[in-house]
């Protein structure tokens, strides 16, 4: 007996959840074409689906989602939205999003030529010149200088040594 009493119990539950839910159709457009994967859904809510390739969705939502408002948003597209109440209400299957322009700012682009310079010693000085001389003949004397290029990046055009 307990059993057949839980049983309709969970059959009347059903059937009264059942007619609580109420099911969205409809297609999302710009202009006469299909807008692809855009998300529909109510904000805060946890609650949305995605259009397909083709524009089209079903959503179903709880008899209380009727005072939340419906949104749809895609990429390069404006935000709409439209009230589950209106939508029920006037069984509107057709949803147009409007294309969202941004203007940017004028880029110029300009080429910036090499500049030569150069580093090192550029006239004769007589601290460079001299003659190294090692202690022992079979050492190897060398003569050096550093030059820095401030970490940036160069080609060599000529070495004069």
Do not use: C, W
């Not at 809510?45 to 009727?66: C, D, M, N, P, V």
């Not at 006037?90 to 910036?112: C, D, H, M, N």
């Amino acid at each position: 007996m307990n059993r057949l009493l839980l049983a309709a119990t969970f059959l009347f539950l059903s059937l009264t959840a059942h007619s609580q839910t109420i099911v969205l159709t409809g297609n999302v457009l710009h202009g006469k074409e299909p807008v692809p994967y855009v998300n529909i859904g109510i904000k805060k809510k946890g609650i949305g689906t995605a259009a397909t390739i083709y524009g089209t969705f079903t959503l179903q939502l709880q008899q209380s989602s009727l005072t939340d408002t419906l949104t749809f948003s895609a990429v390069g597209f404006n935000e709409l939205a439209v009230p589950v109440k209106t939508i029920v209400d006037g069984k509107l299957s057709e949803f147009a999003l409007t294309e969202k322009t941004t203007s940017l700012r004028e880029v110029v682009v300009k080429s910036k030529t090499a500049k030569i310079k150069k580093f090192g010693t550029t006239i004769r000085h007589p601290f460079i010149y001299g003659t190294s001389q090692a202690q022992n003949a079979n050492d190897i004397s060398e003569m050096a200088k550093l030059i820095k290029l401030n970490d940036k990046p160069s080609d060599i055009l000529s070495v004069t040594l």
